[in-house]
């Protein structure tokens, strides 16, 4: 099997679209993700999985911290400015959480600590001891067949 073919199999998964979040010392950095899971109630415990070549994974590794915010529909452009696909006119306004920055109107941020790192495949997964949460209301932007969409409820008589 080839690398798209997979890729099209994963797709076909709708999932939510979040920014990571941590600072490096000096500045906020943030990247798109869909690659999440919410693992552990006692103790509250989250994944992520980042791709080893990419810079969010020395900066967490540097912080030991990071937030995951989970985005409206009303954010594609932070999205899109955060996976290098097109810059966000005006730059992006961040707020921060303990000293952690964050993604300001998201549906819901997760701040986290560090609490394992493991590399699995071309990845590695941080599991991440949650500190403090955020929530908003709106609707979530979804990701399906590599296209960002919306969410409609449908209701049931
Ligand atoms: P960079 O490429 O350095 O940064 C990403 C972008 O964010 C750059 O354009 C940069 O200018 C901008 N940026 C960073 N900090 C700031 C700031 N402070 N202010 C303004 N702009 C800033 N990859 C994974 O590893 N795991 C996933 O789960 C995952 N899921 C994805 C889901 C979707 C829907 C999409 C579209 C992409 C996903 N990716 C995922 C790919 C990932 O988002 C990109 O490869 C990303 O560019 C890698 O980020 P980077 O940390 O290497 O940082
Ligand atoms: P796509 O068709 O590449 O992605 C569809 C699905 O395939 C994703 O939701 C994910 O589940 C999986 N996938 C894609 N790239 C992967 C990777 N390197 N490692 C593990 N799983 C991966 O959709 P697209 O619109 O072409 O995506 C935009 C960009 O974002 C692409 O460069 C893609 O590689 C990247 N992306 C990376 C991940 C990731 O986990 N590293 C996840 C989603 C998208």
């Known amino acids: 099997m080839d690398s798209r073919e997979f890729r099209n199999a994963m797709g076909r998964f709708a999932t939510g679209v979040t920014v990571i979040t941590t600072n490096d010392g000096t500045d906020a950095h943030g990247m798109t993700a869909n690659a999440f899971m919410s693992i552990s109630l006692e103790p509250k415990l989250i994944t992520i999985s980042i791709d080893n070549h990419a810079n969010m994974l020395k900066k967490i590794k540097a912080s030991g911290q990071y937030a995951v915010n989970f985005l409206s529909d009303q954010q594609q452009d932070i999205s899109m400015n955060f996976a290098g696909q097109k810059k966000k006119e005006g730059g992006v306004d961040f707020g921060s959480i303990q000293g952690v920055p964050?993604?300001?109107?998201?549906l819901a941020s997760v701040v986290c600590d560090v609490d394992q790192e493991i590399v699995?495949?071309?990845?590695?997964?941080?599991?991440?001891?949650?500190?403090?949460v955020k929530v908003t209301d709106g609707n979530p932007l979804t990701f399906y067949c590599g296209k960002y969409g919306d969410y409609r409820q449908k209701e049931y008589a």
């Not at 699995?120 to 403090?132: A, E, N, P, R, Y």
Request: net charge negative.
């Open 102 to 106: 964050v993604i300001k109107e998201s």
């Open 120 to 132: 699995v495949g071309d990845h590695t997964l941080f599991i991440g001891s949650v500190k403090d």
